[in-house]
């Protein structure tokens, strides 16, 4: 990428997604993902896939309590106590629930036009991508990330690998060293593999055949991902049944049936990963 | 005992003799090893470029014996016969010693390198090759998608595609570094017919070389064989840096 393409990417900034937007015209792909919070049930078996699909490292206890995690999706867990501000709700405690959070593949994300050194920007697919070799480690994108899913390699981590544990290593992305920033790539490993494989057979990737590593080992299939470009595949399906789009707000919702939103969907950034909420007694 | 014999005797009613049109003729090496020891022993002290230029193998391989019929025998043997894994895998492969022997249990066995080969064979140890072309580990290239969009879906033929990067191999005895596998010359392919180009188009002189192979399908005008299917070449960091 030149100077002149890195200006001509920041000033995509909050104008991709709009109808008439050219840089994404002619792409085949724009991979979207949905989970569905009434199916998880928190059981981390996407964390787990993360860490085996992507060559995470695994910090330690200590270094885990200092917030040093490396793993790009985490399960969040919240406890409904039963009060909500003022206001009690019908029933008493409604135990825990869970949000499993990864990069959101912002279209409008705020980390991209931060980078100094354009390390991180937007693929034609619509993926936020983060290009390792050209990271100077200046941590602005995930000081300026709403969802802080950017993690940073403040060690090296290569001894987490002792033999014979490199031998369990993904060959198809990097083993990221010290001073440089990582995140959630939609397996890109995974689309790149699925879209060369499809190349070799002239014809586009087809709904179903690329998995991430969370989707594929979720027990529940709670993960959905997919080609948006595609309006017949899985995900874009979900998406037009939950009444979501790029650029679409929760007010626009107009049944109680459309369960999806965004997280932080205040700040504009549009996330390609939409939720769907969770059904509770008082919603039926 | 058994895997290995097996291994042996599979390998031998593997070779057929027909593929083998005529004896290899290397004698004209025995001047090239001297001037391997030359360089051997200049290369200790020499600049680091020396040795990236041309490594010193194992075995001198001689590239040209085997592929350029117009110098040899007839033999014509397609790259992708010994590089077999490049239209199916994201590195091209260096051929099995099994490979080798295939032929060379009947071929040219009275050559020094044949035996220096036979030698590895017996003891069962593969040939330690030195890396010619090596990328740093961030780069995620595919042999694959170049060979099967160039070769099996353009019909260009195998050497002129090799050469794009490789130079023109089939000249070459030891394979030898031709070419600067920087980004910016990928780049210089896979932005040119971009709508932004960055740079000029690469003058055709850059990449022609005389291929002699027969291509799989007719083969395009050079001027206008990259136009249309390079627009689609991939210019996003993603491609291969990830």
């Known amino acids: ?284 | 005992m058994d895997a290995h014999a097996s291994v042996r005797v599979r390998i031998v009613s593997d070779s057929s003799a027909s593929r083998v049109t005529a004896y290899l003729n290397v004698g004209r090496f025995s001047t090239d090893l001297r001037l391997l020891i030359l360089v051997l022993c200049f290369t200790s002290w020499s600049p680091q470029q020396v040795l990236a230029e041309a490594p010193a193998q194992p075995i001198e391989f001689p590239h040209d014996v085997h592929t350029n019929a117009e110098d040899n025998a007839g033999n014509a043997i397609n790259c992708l016969y010994c590089h077999s894994y490049a239209r199916r895998s994201s590195v091209a492969g260096i051929p099995t010693l099994a490979k080798c022997m295939g032929c060379h249990r009947y071929v040219a066995t009275d050559k020094e390198r044949i035996q220096q080969l036979t030698r590895y064979w017996e003891q069962g140890k593969p040939i330690p090759w030195k890396k010619v072309h090596d990328l740093p580990d961030f780069v995620y290239f595919t042999h694959e998608r170049h060979v099967q969009h160039f070769v099996f879906q353009q019909g260009q033929s195998v050497q002129q595609v090799c050469g794009y990067c490789h130079g023109d191999v089939k000249t070459m005895t030891v394979a030898e570094k031709r070419r600067p596998l920087t980004m910016g010359w990928c780049l210089k392919c896979h932005q040119q017919f971009q709508d932004n180009p960055v740079d000029v188009p690469r003058p055709v002189a850059d990449w022609h070389i005389n291929a002699t192979d027969q291509s799989l399908k007719a083969v395009m005008p050079a001027d206008t064989a990259h136009a249309e299917p390079l627009r689609k070449a991939p210019s996003d960091c993603w491609e291969c840096h990830k």
């Open chain 1, 1 to 284: 990428m030149t100077i002149k393409n890195m200006i001509e990417n920041w000033a995509q900034f909050r104008k991709s997604g709009q109808v008439g937007d050219e840089y994404y015209d002619h792409a085949d792909y724009r991979w979207g993902m949905v989970i569905d919070l009434d199916t998880c049930i928190g059981c981390n078996a996407c964390v787990t896939a993360c860490y085996a699909e992507n060559n995470l490292p695994v910090v330690g206890k200590e270094r885990f309590g200092r917030g040093l995690g490396m793993h790009w999706i985490r399960i969040e867990r919240y406890w409904q106590t039963g009060e909500e501000g003022e206001k009690k709700t019908r029933y008493p405690e409604q135990g825990a629930q869970y949000i499993p959070m990864m990069c959101q593949q912002c279209e409008q994300a705020p980390c991209e036009p931060v980078c100094p050194v354009a390390a991180t920007y937007h693929t034609p697919d619509g993926l936020n991508a983060q290009v390792y070799n050209r990271c100077i480690g200046s941590r602005y994108c995930s000081n300026n990330c709403p969802y802080k899913v950017r993690y940073f390699n403040f060690y090296s981590y290569s001894e987490t690998w002792a033999s014979p544990l490199e031998q369990q290593l993904n060959p198809d992305i990097s083993v990221r060293d010290k001073g440089v920033m990582e995140k959630c790539t939609f397996c890109v490993q995974r689309l790149r593999r699925a879209k060369n494989d499809a190349k070799n057979e002239n014809r586009l990737v087809e709904d179903g055949e690329v998995q991430t590593a969370c989707q594929q080992s979720c027990p529940t299939q709670a993960i959905v991902f997919g080609n948006l470009a595609d309006a017949d595949s899985r995900v874009s399906r979900m998406w037009k049944k939950h009444n979501m789009a790029y650029g679409h707000r929760e007010d626009d919702k107009q049944q109680k049936t459309e369960r999806g939103y965004r997280v932080l969907e205040e700040l504009n950034t549009e996330p390609s990963v939409i939720y769907l909420e969770r059904i509770r007694d008082e919603n039926i």
